[in-house]
């Protein structure tokens, strides 16, 4: 089967698990999909998407490590992924952790003005509120 047809089959299974509340079977899902994705070689693109739902379902949970660790894994695919480094951002000020989270916030802001996907100006609007003093 094709790594899109079972990525979107882990992410519907595990949104109906989110809705429930049962954030753990949910993320365990998403482990298993990534590494299916990872050892089939597949598509960066499945892998990165697949580690953003996770982050999401992470923060559902508490789980701002599990969140650093799928926004993590998803930057070794894409470095400069505006949605991974604003999630990282975000998490570490959550944390307490401001120039961490500055320091994300600076690439996320970077790298949304430099690509072209068309959602860089959600990211670029996200920086501007949070982080005025990095789009001055």
């Not at 990872?38 to 693109?45: F, I, T, V």
């Not at 994300?104 to 990211?123: E, L």
């Amino acid at each position: 089967m094709s790594d899109a047809i079972d990525a979107k089959r882990a992410m519907s299974a595990s949104t109906e698990l989110l809705a429930s509340g049962e954030y753990e079977r949910a993320m365990h899902i998403l482990d298993q999909a990534i590494k299916d994705c990872l050892d089939s070689g597949g598509e960066r693109s499945w892998t990165r998407t697949l580690c953003h739902h996770a982050a999401i379902i992470a923060d559902f949970a508490g789980r701002p490590d599990l969140v650093k660790g799928y926004y993590e894994q998803s930057l070794a695919f894409d470095p400069e992924n505006a949605r991974a480094l604003y999630g990282l951002a975000r998490v570490y000020l959550e944390l307490g952790e401001a120039p961490i989270a500055e320091k994300y916030a600076r690439r996320c802001y970077d790298a949304a003005k430099q690509g072209t996907d068309s959602r860089n100006r959600i990211w670029l609007e996200l920086i501007a509120k949070r982080w005025p003093q990095l789009t001055a």
